[in-house]
């Protein structure tokens, strides 16, 4: 009888370890492949640079959106982020960035739906221009940092100014950690993220058969 019992709980407890294990892939993935890039699929190390550590964006950085709303720490989470950062302005390379940012977006198909992208605007007089960059590039994301969250977000890149006008790879955690030079082929963005998201897959393809 306690056999039977005990081999009923294990068969209701499955589906549960099932949803949590398919939840976590693409998070396990991002460390995993993050700590061992040179397992990344087809061999091949990864384009960008690795942000050694990684840096985790904070609730209290102060990012807002163009209305004035506290962007929600859970809206960085749980997609691979395109992020791009950006200061006061956005002249026409900066402009290529974000057509890039959703150039690639579309180029990986029907993972789509796993990549979001994000605009930070690290001048909190930016409102006007984070409006009207919302409104050119319907679906992406655009915040603003308060300036005490604008010096803090240079300060944990590590770069100061010079992170400004980069695209960064935001991982399913909330952890930026992965960044581009300013000059770089988006090209170099769109085959780390198809490597990235080819893993997520495996991964979850694993954990939804029973395979390691």
């Not at 056999?3 to 976590?24: C, Q, T, W, Y």
């Amino acid at each position: 009888m306690n056999g039977k019992v005990a081999a009923e709980k294990k068969r209701g407890i499955a589906p549960l370890l099932l949803m949590i294990a398919i939840f976590a892939a693409p998070m396990i993935a991002a460390w995993f492949f993050y700590l061992n890039p040179e397992y990344l699929p087809s061999g091949r190390t990864n384009r960008g640079e690795l942000i050694d550590p990684v840096v985790t964006v904070p609730p209290e950085l102060g990012l807002f959106t163009p209305e004035g709303v506290a962007l929600d720490r859970s809206a960085l989470e749980g997609k691979w982020t395109l992020v791009y950062l950006a200061g006061s302005e956005c002249e026409a390379a900066c402009r290529d960035r974000l057509i890039a940012i959703r150039q690639i977006r579309l180029a990986v198909g029907e993972d789509q739906i796993s990549v979001a992208r994000l605009l930070i605007l690290t001048d909190p007089a930016a409102g006007d221009l984070a409006s009207e960059l919302a409104a050119d590039f319907a679906g992406m994301k655009v915040a603003l940092a308060d300036a005490a969250g604008g010096v803090r977000l240079l300060d944990l890149l590590g770069q100061g100014s010079a992170a400004v006008g980069r695209i960064y790879i935001l991982d399913p955690m909330g952890n930026l950690m992965m960044r581009y030079a300013s000059d770089a082929p988006a090209q170099d963005t769109l085959e780390d993220m198809e490597r990235l998201l080819k893993a997520s897959r495996n991964w979850i393809k694993g954990a939804k058969y029973g395979h390691k």
